[in-house]
């Protein structure tokens, strides 16, 4: 494996559900990996992917113990930078390069699958989905993209688009609005 640098964060994000600054706290280990992204764009599926490659497709995992989001509000960090700490899984091993017992891999790659997250939903969401309307249920929701066509008027959408021209280049501007690289 590569010797990376760990990334110099640039900003802190403060709102109702996050907090970043837990992350001049934590303690990096050779071996982590950070699973970043926007809410609601895939990371807890990534989450339960990356979970089921690393446990060889075991049964039940309870993903979100195991890999906390850890700037999420709650619970506080005095509670959550401890528990993280004291994981002794292996939290990522040679960068997924993760070989799959090839009897296993069917039932792996079922419970990487959007149905089975959504019945097994609590396992895999913060807090098993307990500070959302609906619970876990309604967190997994429907596993697809472009779902802000259906909720986005017209003026709203003239008004992402610019401000994604003004913020980001051509093709990360392509990329967040269509998951496709140029």
């Given at each position: 494996?590569?010797?990376?640098?760990?990334?110099?964060?640039?900003?802190?994000?403060?709102?109702?559900?996050?907090?970043s600054?837990?992350?001049?706290?934590?303690?990096?280990?050779?071996?982590?990996i950070?699973?970043?992204?926007?809410?609601?764009?895939?990371?807890?599926?990534?989450?339960?992917?990356?979970?089921?490659?690393?446990?060889?497709?075991?049964?039940?995992?309870?993903?979100?113990?195991?890999s906390?989001?850890?700037?999420?509000?709650?619970?506080?960090?005095?509670?959550?930078?401890?528990?993280?700490?004291?994981?002794?899984?292996?939290?990522?091993?040679?960068?997924?390069?993760?070989?799959?017992?090839?009897?296993?891999?069917?039932?792996?790659?079922?419970?990487?699958?959007?149905?089975?997250?959504?019945?097994?939903?609590?396992?895999?969401?913060?807090?098993?989905?307990?500070?959302?309307?609906?619970?876990?249920?309604?967190?997994?929701?429907?596993?697809?993209?472009?779902?802000?066509?259906?909720?986005?008027?017209?003026?709203?959408?003239?008004?992402?688009?610019?401000?994604?021209?003004?913020?980001?280049?051509?093709?990360?501007?392509?990329?967040?609005?269509?998951?496709?690289?140029?």
């Open positions: 494996m590569k010797n990376n640098t760990i990334p110099v964060k640039t900003r802190e994000l403060h709102n109702h559900h996050f907090d600054t837990i992350w001049n706290d934590f303690n990096f280990r050779n071996d982590d950070v699973i970043s992204s926007s809410a609601k764009s895939g990371a807890t599926w990534l989450q339960q992917i990356i979970a089921q490659l690393l446990s060889n497709g075991e049964e039940g995992m309870e993903v979100a113990e195991m906390p989001w850890l700037d999420l509000r709650v619970p506080p960090k005095e509670v959550k930078l401890p528990m993280a700490e004291a994981q002794t899984h292996r939290r990522i091993a040679d960068f997924i390069q993760t070989p799959i017992d090839e009897e296993k891999r069917e039932c792996t790659l079922r419970q990487c699958s959007f149905d089975y997250m959504k019945v097994n939903a609590t396992k895999s969401t913060p807090l098993g989905g307990a500070f959302r309307d609906g619970g876990a249920q309604t967190f997994i929701h429907k596993g697809t993209n472009v779902r802000w066509r259906e909720t986005l008027s017209a003026q709203e959408v003239s008004k992402y688009e610019r401000r994604a021209a003004a913020e980001l280049d051509s093709e990360c501007a392509q990329w967040l609005a269509t998951g496709e690289i140029s």
